[in-house]
């Protein structure tokens, strides 16, 4: 494309777009242009949308400040839930604790001692219920970062919006639901990769007919980064993911834009500053130009990277914890320099504990203060035409395409295989675990240097923060509520949705979603689907490596 | 002697960043590091520290469920008549320490302890209970 014709396609789109009201001027009143440049004849909203995926970017609409919360029994989470809301947050983001991920539930052994810590216990539809009372799921979009038991959260959410009179159509919203990078890096798996890559396949087939508003995959680079990646290996992986799970559709008989647009991303912001904007946009472009070229997508939306960012959980000190404030401020400054359309930065406490109620609120209220008083929304893409900016982009686009050639070449050309086989292969898991290695070499080293750790310690004695106490009493009063639950349910519904999940389970044609949906009206707990595919799947175990 | 370390994860939490990076800081002080894998059990770790003959367990946790397991292992380690002392890593609130050392956790690791701090005490935990 020619600068001419992009400028000029950039103009027609911008026109069109809808603005937000704003004074878009400096504060000494100079006027702002949405955009300046060009650089390499590239626009925002234009492909490859290294400027970011909508012509008039935060001029619009500003980023969706979406806030990750959930802790102890649903009832509570219900009350942070409508306190972000009151607060001015646009959108619910769910954290499940450690039972619910590895769809265990409350009462199983293993969970002692993990119900409702890090984050909202669920084991039913009754959980659901309170989770979401009050909180209207056709205007909220939702987000459930979830993946091992995706499935089966999904079906329990479409469970819970028919039983409150939503149907499934108008859900809008996010399953994380990206299976890979739980074997690469937060290890929360249950079955076996190629087992888990089937139920991702039913969720991206259901979606794609049922629930046009839905985001069936959230590709996520944030628990790769935070599991001691570089920065490139997060884009690469990520992206490389993402191209698997294209694939795995296309296997499935889905066209690339049937499933494409449906597809979104989430990264990290992590403290270096212009790497992580360079991360951005480089991500923005292999995407598009992968799309287009290698799979073909002819529909804009499918070669355009829309991704929610969180900011550098590790990256976060224990020592003076005020001074993550400043962390997390910069951090997430990266994130809209970047054009990111969601944020989520954390709390100032996150090294100690889960963030208290204060904590969140000035997280929150960082967003507020990037979004309303720096004037920074005003232009998109305004570090774009920097030299530095511009060739540090090309430079990770370079880098990430010598990781793509080589998980491709595991696979034998595929991607999907590659990143299986990564998987199997340790290949993946021991990358990130050497680049978390050497990133602590250079902490312990002094060679870089990290404020409150290893320079500037004074003010490490003061007195600590209060931080937020998940106290045995939410497990036990988990307890009951699940034992209630088990009580008052009809035991041959729940026998027969158990046996119709198990045989439609042994048939690889079979999409699962429907069987789970109608066990979830039954309130069949999540370790029951859970343990009933398992018995079908086998369960996955990592070999221990350092 | 080199001193033996059994690295242990227990319960549900997956983060193995830290238990990864620790193990390998040990390693290169020139001790024996031993690592359980995931999602292990105060029982199995009780068992393969014994059967391992190691001279410390570390425990790293950081989903909150520390002061529920990690006084669970240290209890399933003297059922079995083992007195291998027992540390711990990852996010641990200030106020839990001292409940901790009452149930006989003998060293707290929190977020960006040094290795040096990590390795001298593991040293001289080991080299008491020896």
Redesign the interface.
């Known amino acids: 494309m020619t600068e001419e014709s992009a400028r000029e396609e950039w103009r027609r789109l911008f026109a069109a777009a809808p603005k937000r009201t704003g004074k878009f001027t400096t504060m000494s009143g100079i006027p702002l242009a949405p955009v300046y440049g060009p650089h390499s004849a590239e626009f925002p909203g234009v492909y490859p949308y290294t400027r970011g995926v909508h012509a008039s970017m935060y001029r619009t609409k500003l980023w969706t400040m979406r806030m990750f919360a959930g802790f102890g029994t649903a009832a509570d989470t219900n009350i942070r839930f409508r306190e972000i809301i009151r607060a001015g947050g646009t959108g619910l983001s769910t954290a499940f604790d450690?039972?619910t991920?590895?769809g265990?539930d409350s009462d199983d052994p293993?969970?002692?001692?993990?119900v409702g810590?890090?984050g909202v216990a669920i084991d039913s539809l009754a959980d659901v219920r309170d989770l979401f009372a009050g909180i209207d799921l056709a205007t909220i979009t939702t987000s459930m970062t979830i993946n091992s038991p995706a499935a089966v959260m999904l079906a329990l959410f479409v469970a819970q919006a028919e039983d409150s009179g939503v149907t499934r159509d108008r859900l809008g919203g996010t399953l994380q639901n990206d299976i890979l990078k739980?074997y690469q890096a937060?290890?929360?798996?249950v079955f076996p990769p190629r087992q888990s890559m089937r139920l991702v396949r039913d969720t991206i087939a259901f979606t794609a007919a049922e629930m046009p508003k839905w985001n069936s995959i959230s590709v996520s680079g944030y628990h790769i980064r935070?599991?001691?990646s570089t920065a490139v290996e997060e884009l690469a992986f990520t992206l490389a993911n993402g191209f698997a799970y294209v694939e795995l559709a296309q296997q499935a008989g889905l066209a690339v834009d049937a499933v494409a647009p449906r597809l979104s991303f989430f990264f990290n912001a992590h403290i270096d500053f212009f790497e992580e904007i360079a991360k951005y946009r480089a991500a923005r472009r292999l995407w598009a130009k992968w799309m287009k070229a290698h799979y073909g997508a002819s529909d804009v939306r499918s070669w355009q990277l829309r991704f929610h960012t969180q900011t550098a959980g590790?990256s976060?000190?224990?020592?003076q914890p005020e001074i993550n404030i400043a962390r997390t401020a910069i951090e997430a400054l990266a994130g809209v320099l970047g054009g990111t359309q969601s944020l989520h930065t954390n709390s100032m406490d996150e090294?100690?504990?889960?963030p208290s109620e204060k904590a969140a609120r000035i997280a929150l209220r960082t967003q507020q203060i990037i979004a309303n008083e720096t004037n920074v929304a005003n232009v998109a893409d305004p570090l774009g035409g920097s030299w530095f900016v511009e060739e540090l982009t090309d430079e990770m686009e370079r880098e990430a395409e010598i990781i793509f050639a080589q998980i491709s070449k595991m696979g034998e050309g595929s991607m999907l295989e590659g990143c299986i086989r990564g998987i199997e292969e340790n290949w993946f898991q021991g990358r990130i675990?050497d680049s978390?290695?050497e990133l602590?070499r250079s902490f312990?080293s002094g060679e870089r240097v990290?404020v409150?750790?290893?320079e500037f310690l004074e003010g490490n004695d003061e007195d600590?923060l209060a931080?937020l106490?998940?106290t045995?009493a939410d497990e036990h009063k988990q307890l009951a509520r699940l034992s209630q639950v088990r009580a008052d349910r009809d035991d041959d519904q729940v026998r027969t949705a158990l046996e119709r999940l198990s045989r439609e389970a042994s048939d690889p044609e079979m999409n699962l979603m429907p069987a789970l949906i109608d066990a979830a009206k039954a309130y069949v707990t999540v370790g029951e689907m859970m343990t009933a595919l398992a018995g079908v799947f086998g369960r996955h175990?990592?070999?221990?490596?350092? | 002697m080199n001193v033996r370390v059994l690295v242990a994860k227990v319960g549900l939490d997956g983060h193995d960043r830290g238990i990864k990076v620790v193990a390998r800081l040990l390693r290169d002080a020139g001790m024996e590091v031993v690592y359980t894998g995931l999602f292990q059990t105060p029982e199995t770790v009780a068992t393969a520290a014994i059967q391992e003959d190691v001279d410390v367990v570390g425990l790293s946790m950081l989903s909150g469920a520390h002061m529920t397991l990690a006084p669970l292992v240290v209890e399933a380690l003297r059922e079995r008549g083992s007195d291998i002392p027992v540390v711990l890593g990852g996010i641990v609130p200030p106020q839990d320490l001292d409940e901790l050392r009452e149930h006989g956790v003998a060293a707290v690791f929190g977020p960006g302890a040094s290795a040096e701090e990590i390795i001298s005490t593991i040293n001289g935990i080991a080299s008491h209970s020896g």
């Open positions: 450690m039972p991920l590895l265990l293993m969970s002692l001692g993990e810590r890090c739980e937060q290890k929360e798996f935070e599991a001691g590790v976060l000190t224990a020592q090294a100690l504990a889960l675990s978390a290695y602590e312990n990290v409150g750790v290893n600590v931080t106490r998940i045995n175990v990592e070999i221990p490596s350092l």
